[in-house]
């Protein structure tokens, strides 16, 4: 039987998986391209550049798909003309040059109506933002478009000529009815957008395409209430299905729908997990194995050791873009395997941050399914596991990334599944569950009381 094949335009690459209808992977290619920083807080991207490494990978693979599903980098803004060229490069998801322009969203809408409608406050990594930016800094390029596609979609007109998205993906752009599933004609209005430069919106079962976090979700089984997804990538993500649409009224965690039709969900995000690790392992000598072998070697709390992990602002809980990393409570004693180790409960503690508030919202956590490249770590596992007081299971297939979730909403829209529940059902596959240690718990319960009083102590030296 053909292979279902699962494509993913990320930041850095494209990533290709080719998935058996039992769950392994049988091919895999990746495709990279580079960064565009014109300026001091801007990032973009050649959507050229996109297809043609997603041509590539698909090429690698050496297989017939029987479908292709495609996942992505969410918020970034292709604008196009009548013809469907690209007008000028995409902004992408990390830019960060629409203050302006989101104090103006919140102004237009007013904040409560805002988080209502959308689930979220205006942030410069959100579509809307970007389109209000060129109609005020680039208005001959504003006045030739015709359509707008995020990143995935803009690769799905090529492969296919048609122009739609996924209510997943929509959620990210601040244009979107997130509780009705559908475009904002308020939001629309309010900003003076037309909705005619809008694609269609489809579920994601529908067209085999999500955002890469909910299809990350997704590949790792997470169709329902109950099961958190955590990712410890360069930064941390907990995510959980809600049992209904329920925005935080501070919108300190992101609400969109998901991939699976007629639910949503909640994310923490926090902006250095594994990347607080890997900027420590610059910093001293010593490799990845070594820190985390001498880490060990320090009980849970490191004798007072706290590290604050705001190493590029902060996004959840505290939507601060100038938040800075700390460690406090140094002694002479304290030596390289304390800093790790330090490094590693402190990621820990912001991950809890963002599990609170999705309690908040009536999540109740009975299991996590960890990924990201640190959760190649069982001590670092552990730790989480503790903190969060959330037993951690892996996957087979946690490296595959949204890549892989991609390919089980292929698999969907193709007829090898019913529906999504049965496409997880089928490939995805449990290889170890790491229980919180009850002794670390009661440690760490207390510390995490302490690591919440970091940042409003940390905050008065950043202002001054």
């Known amino acids: 039987m053909r292979p279902l094949v699962g494509l993913d335009v990320g930041t850095s690459g ?8 039992t769950g392994e992977v049988v091919a895999r290619a990746e495709r990279g391209y580079p960064l565009s920083t014109p300026r001091p807080g801007w990032s973009e991207q050649d959507p050229e550049d996109w297809w043609r490494a997603a041509q590539d990978a698909l090429a690698a693979l050496g297989v017939e798909p029987a479908a292709v599903g495609l996942s992505g980098q969410m918020h970034g803004l292709v ?41 979220n406050r205006a942030l410069t990594g959100f579509t809307a933002p970007k389109l209000l930016w060129l109609r005020r800094h680039e208005p001959e390029t504003f006045a ?17 000529g048609e122009h739609a998205i996924d209510a997943a ?8 009815d997130v509780a009705a599933r559908r475009w904002s004609g308020e939001v629309l209005d309010a900003l003076q957008l037309p ?3 809008l694609p269609p919106v489809h579920e994601s079962t529908e067209i085999a395409g999500a955002g890469d976090q909910a299809a990350g979700a997704l590949g790792s ?29 501070e919108a300190r965690v992101h609400v969109f729908c998901h991939a699976v039709p007629g639910t949503w969900h909640a994310m ?18 010593g490799g990845y194995d070594e820190l985390l072998a001498e880490a060990e070697t320090w009980a849970p709390g490191a004798d007072g050791l706290l590290f604050a992990p705001y190493l590029s602002g902060e996004r959840t809980p505290h939507a601060d873009p100038d938040a800075r990393a700390a460690f406090t409570g140094l002694e002479l004693r304290h030596d390289r395997g304390a800093l790790t180790r330090a490094v590693l409960e402190g990621v820990a503690y912001g991950l809890r941050d963002s599990l609170e508030l999705l309690r908040d919202l009536g999540v109740d956590a009975e299991v996590g399914r960890i990924s990201g490249g640190g959760a190649r770590s069982p001590l670092w596992t552990r730790i989480v596991a503790s903190v969060l007081g959330v037993p951690l299971e892996r996957t087979a297939a946690a490296e595959e990334g949204a890549a892989f979730g991609a390919a089980l909403l292929a698999g969907v829209v193709s007829g090898a599944f019913a529906d999504a529940a049965e496409a997880v059902s089928a490939c995805v596959h449990v290889t170890d569950r790491v229980e919180p240690d009850p002794e670390w718990q009661d440690r760490y319960a207390a510390g995490y009381e302490r690591f919440r009083l970091l940042y409003p102590a940390l905050r008065p030296l950043e202002e001054a």
Not at 169 to 176: E, I, M, P
Not at 221 to 230: F, M
Request: with cysteine; hydrophobic share 50%.
């Open 268 to 285: 923490g995000v926090m902006l250095s997990a594994a990347g607080a690790l890997a900027w420590l392992h610059g910093a001293v000598a």
């Open 14 to 21: 494209v990533k290709a998986v080719a998935v058996s209808r």
């Open 221 to 249: 089984g997470i169709v329902r209430p109950g099961t958190l997804s955590v990712v410890l990538g360069t930064s941390g993500v907990v995510f959980a299905v809600l049992p209904s649409y329920q925005a935080d009224p």
């Open 79 to 119: 604008a196009l003309d009548g013809q469907d060229r690209v007008l000028r490069p995409a902004i992408l998801w990390n830019d960060q040059r629409t203050a302006a322009e989101c104090a103006e969203i919140e102004e237009r809408l007013g904040l409560e109506r805002l988080i209502e409608l959308t689930g």
């Open 144 to 160: 030739r478009i015709r359509r707008v596609l995020l990143p995935k979609d803009y690769v799905r007109l090529r492969l296919t």
């Open 195 to 197: 909705d005619e430069w």
């Open 169 to 176: 993906d929509a959620s990210g752009t601040l244009l979107f």
